[in-house]
């Protein structure tokens, strides 16, 4: 599977209540909760992602509240992939439980830029800068996580199972 986006950036302790705001937390609706992705520390993000892009973070990326909101809103918005030096630990989870590919690598969180192209292949966890032409290597998930990401999320994979 290889996702491939313009980078949108962020640093260090980003959380959930960033991601998305308490105030919005009432409605279950996908397209509701993307619109309002990361508008307290980004009020241009939801007016510039597209579909496939990439957000990247620093350390303790989805820190705070365990909602699965958060990255709900992330996917819903068009993102692709988020990659980031570190994930809270329950929003890794979550990630994963609703079908967001995620990978943690620290040198490309630090390295990639705001705007950079970045191809990712969670395959091999290669992270290429298709704007500086570095590249950077994480630890690829194991296959059976590889295929709730490309099953949409954990429940989806397991009706596949019944």
Same mark, same amino acid.
């Given at each position: 599977? *290889? ?18 705001? &308490? ?27 597209? &579909? ?17 909101? &958060?990255? *709900? ?9 988020? *990659? ?18 995620? $990978? ?21 966890? $290669?992270?290429?800068? $298709? ?8 630890? %690829?998930? %194991? %296959? ?13 994979? *397991?009706?596949?199972?019944?």
């Amino acid at each position: 599977m *290889i996702a491939q986006g313009k980078v949108h950036k962020y640093g260090d302790n980003v959380d959930t209540d960033v991601i998305i705001p &308490a105030r919005y937390l009432n409605t279950s609706k996908h397209e509701e909760l993307a619109a309002h992705c990361m508008e307290d520390i980004d009020k241009d993000f939801v007016n510039n992602v597209k &579909a496939g892009d990439i957000m990247v973070a620093e350390k303790n990326f989805g820190c705070g509240s365990s909602r699965e909101h &958060a990255p *709900i809103a992330i996917k819903a918005s068009g993102i692709s992939c988020v *990659i980031a030096s570190t994930f809270a630990r329950i929003f890794y989870r979550n990630a994963i439980n609703i079908g967001l590919a995620i $990978l943690e690598c620290d040198e490309a969180a630090r390295d990639i830029k705001n705007g950079d192209e970045v191809k990712v292949d969670f395959d091999t966890g $290669l992270i290429e800068n $298709l704007t500086t032409g570095k590249t950077y290597q994480a630890e %690829p998930f %194991p %296959p059976f996580i590889q295929n709730i990401i490309e099953k949409g999320g954990l429940l989806n994979s *397991i009706k596949d199972r019944l």
